[in-house]
């Protein structure tokens, strides 16, 4: 859907969250790695992702008004924070959301859910509740830093506003802001001490460039840059001096908490008394605490002061720069079908359904290495758009002293490779190296129908042409699913190989595989076939070769 105009609503709201949610991954490491501030423990990449993932998956499908999309979001975001850089950009959503939807026309909300309010044009309303959340973020903050995610926020919401006044439109306004967040993060260098000494800016600043950047695509019309837009490290003063501070406090508590709005300034006050990096945010007896203490029970204690404190989560942070290797291992399959999920199961793996038109998200994952108890854990994503995902899950069960290793594996067929030969009795590394020398030796191929028309790798398609996938790229466009069946496997076995792996979808033609069987056994009668029921959507047949 082409979402570029002059006017938020629901559409622009959903797009905005997907592409921010996609880049967030793509620089999910490089901010990782800028993380020295507050507490230089490597998470604010994930933590960003794992809280803009929770606002996605609130937002509910079926048609919602502006209001109540942005609602739903801003909740989501609140609920699902993660870090002080989370908790900070749950704020920021929150309160921009809420301001926008402040301005909606009541008469108008029902039928189109857009902002159109007659007092200010879509560029001023925009720009306004940028400030507005700006201003709202460093409230929350008990001791607001400047040269912090705080400062790109105010930076960006002033050039909005600038360019919103002088008539500019509506993209043009948040290409200002993005503009004005990228300068703003490139001087956080030189305006807090801890980052001009590592040489790097700031990094929860870093994913909120990310993000305002998704916001001006998708106004614009324009794709995302092919770079994530993370400033590269820069020479640093002198030592980095990125180890933990054993004069700081020793842990990080977070809890949900139900208590009176009028009670919150006071104990955000008491809550800056027991540590630092203290953020409370949230509204409407809601909110999500976040701080960094030597003292865990009195924190939560003051909390149960005013409230109910909940999904109280603790982090010793010498318990994330030390850990020692242990055993007992997990593995994590993503399955795509119904006799896949039974495949991987089989073979002892713990399942996550996922497969075309529905990604496994981080959440899922990380229940289930919850689920599994396991202190080793390795993830099959099994799919190309999963492996960020599966990134940010290991990233985030990592800080939970979990051991955790992604196998890339691209696709269905090269997970069963890889579970086929996993060993529990190996060590953890030689498991790793195995299971990833498996998944890199199988090419893998599939077929499926058009369903409408577009540019491939291998030309123009059109509704109800046969394609043949190699290796992730559409590489044949044939008339029948048998001709590209056979295309895909002269191409795979071209390369050499053994093994075909055959897997059958939910909607495979009668006398498909017996096709595949007996090309195979006339071309290359030295390779042995074996066929599986997947029960996978979208994709009749899924050929592996190892």
């Known amino acids: 859907m082409d979402v570029r105009g002059e006017v938020l609503t629901t559409a622009v709201l959903r797009a905005w969250a997907r592409t921010a949610l996609s880049e967030l991954g793509r620089a999910r490491v490089e901010i990782d790695e800028l993380n020295v501030y507050p507490v230089p423990d490597g998470d604010t990449g994930t933590n960003l992702y794992l ?21 739903a979001f801003g909740r989501g975001a609140l609920l699902g924070a993660r870090g002080n850089s989370g908790v900070i950009t749950s704020q ?29 044009s879509e560029a001023v309303a925009f720009a306004d509740a940028l400030g507005f959340a700006a201003d709202a973020a460093y409230s929350a ?100 001096g990125t180890d933990l501070d054993p004069d700081g406090p020793a842990y990080e508590v977070m809890y949900l908490l139900e208590a009176p ?39 939560i204690e003051l909390g149960i002061g005013i409230g109910r404190p909940y999904r109280i989560r603790v982090t010793h942070f010498a318990d994330m720069a ?46 289930a290495i919850e689920r599994s108890g396991a202190p080793e854990i390795v993830i099959l994503p099994n799919d190309s758009d999963s492996i960020a995902v599966a990134e940010a899950a290991a990233t985030a069960a990592r800080q939970d002293g979990i051991r ?30 195995q299971l990833s020398a498996a998944a890199g030796q199988t090419r893998h191929g599939a077929v499926t129908i058009a369903v409408k028309d577009a540019w491939t790798m291998a030309g123009t398609c059109r509704i109800g042409d046969a394609l043949g996938v190699v290796d992730g790229d ?47 056994r006339r071309i290359r009668r030295d390779v042995d076939v074996v066929v599986y029921d997947g029960g996978q959507e979208r994709y009749p047949l899924l050929i592996g070769v190892e």
């Open 51 to 71: 809280t803009w993932e929770a606002a996605c998956d609130a937002l509910p499908a079926g048609d919602l008004t502006f209001a109540e999309a942005v609602q």
């Open 92 to 120: 920021l959503v929150r309160a921009c959301g809420l301001r926008l939807a402040e301005n909606l026309p009541p008469e108008q909300e029902p039928s189109n859910g857009v902002l159109a309010d007659a007092r200010m």
């Open 141 to 240: 903050v008990a001791q607001p830093v400047e040269g912090t995610m705080l400062t790109v926020a105010r930076k960006a919401a002033e050039a909005a506003l600038e360019a919103a006044n002088a008539g500019k439109s509506l993209a043009e306004v948040c290409l200002a802001a993005v503009a004005a967040a990228r300068i703003a993060l490139t001087k956080t260098t030189e305006q807090l001490e801890v980052l001009r000494r590592a040489g790097v800016v700031d990094a929860g600043g870093a994913g909120l460039v990310v993000i305002l950047g998704a916001m001006e695509s998708v106004l614009s019309g324009r794709a995302p840059a092919a770079t994530s837009g993370v400033p590269a490290r820069v020479a640093p003063v002198e030592s980095a």
């Open 261 to 299: 709005d009028e009670q919150i300034g006071d104990f955000r006050k008491e809550l800056a008394g027991l540590g630092d990096s203290v953020v409370v945010v949230g509204g409407d007896e809601l909110w999500n605490v976040h701080v960094h203490t030597d003292d865990v029970g009195a924190t």
């Open 322 to 367: 030390h850990r020692e290797p242990v055993t007992n291992r997990a593995v994590i399959a993503v399955a795509a079908g119904d006799g896949l999920a039974d495949l991987f199961e089989e073979a002892g793996a713990v399942v996550v359904r996922g497969g075309p038109g529905r990604r496994c998200s981080t959440g899922e994952l990380l229940r």
């Open 404 to 433: 955790v290793a992604v196998i890339p594996t691209r696709a269905q067929v090269q997970g069963l490779a890889a579970i086929a030969v996993h060993d529990p009795e190996r060590s953890f590394d030689d498991a790793v190296v």
């Open 474 to 520: 559409f590489s044949l466009i044939t008339d029948d699913l048998e001709t590209a069946a056979t295309g895909v496997v002269d191409r795979l076995l071209g390369g050499g190989g053994e093994l075909m792996t055959v897997v059958t979808g939910r909607e495979v033609e009668a006398g498909l595989v017996d096709a595949v069987v007996r090309h195979v």
